[in-house]
């Protein structure tokens, strides 16, 4: 289960991309591996911890930038980063450092915004990583299909909105790009 290098967990909201990477930790921890996870400032719904929607979480250290997960990190086997989209390009050396100084780096993050553009620093990780974990959700306007987009539910063009009550998981059908 534990090798050093990345991991990146990705799809769109409601897909349980923390549940997973909660779960990934978890195995981890039982194994007495140091694990940290991060999440960023921006991210408040959830408090000092990381949260999945079927119930599980984790403590969770809130940082500003991705410099604070490298100077926060020396002592630990995995780290895992939630809610990655939000963090600047810079995410991607500060990743490539740590799985190169021989840890498992578990990144979980949006693949698209609601506009279907990817955010700054996913495409670079998603290029990088050892493994991929695409979720899924499923289309909560057909009920039917997978769905891989965030459709946002209210007017503007901001690409952070942060909320759970502004988006809905789509399929390719039902998403469009403007409400
Ligand atoms: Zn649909």
Redesign the pocket.
């Known amino acids: 289960m534990f090798s050093p290098g990345l991991v990146v967990i990705t799809g769109p909201m409601f897909s349980g991309k923390s549940a997973e990477l909660i779960r990934r930790l978890t195995i981890a921890k039982i194994a007495k591996l140091e694990t940290r996870v991060f999440k960023p400032a921006i991210d408040t719904r959830t408090g000092d911890e990381i949260r999945s929607r079927e119930g599980s979480f984790l403590p969770a250290i809130i940082v500003k930038d991705v410099e604070e997960i490298f100077k926060q990190s020396e002592s630990v086997r995995v780290v895992g980063i939630d809610e990655a989209h939000f963090f600047s390009n810079g995410l991607a050396s500060v990743v490539l450092k740590l799985v190169r100084s021989g840890k498992q780096v578990i990144v979980a993050g949006l693949n698209l915004d609601f506009q279907e553009r990817p955010f700054p620093s996913m495409p670079e990780l998603l290029a990088l990583a050892d493994e991929i974990v695409q979720v899924y959700a499923l289309?909560?306007?057909?009920?039917?299909?997978i769905?891989t987009r965030s459709q946002r539910l209210i007017p503007g063009d901001e690409q952070y909105v942060v909320g759970d009550a502004e988006y809905a998981a789509?399929?390719?059908?039902?998403?469009k790009t403007q409400v």
């Open positions: 289309c909560t306007a057909c009920n039917e299909r769905a789509r399929c390719l059908v039902c998403y």
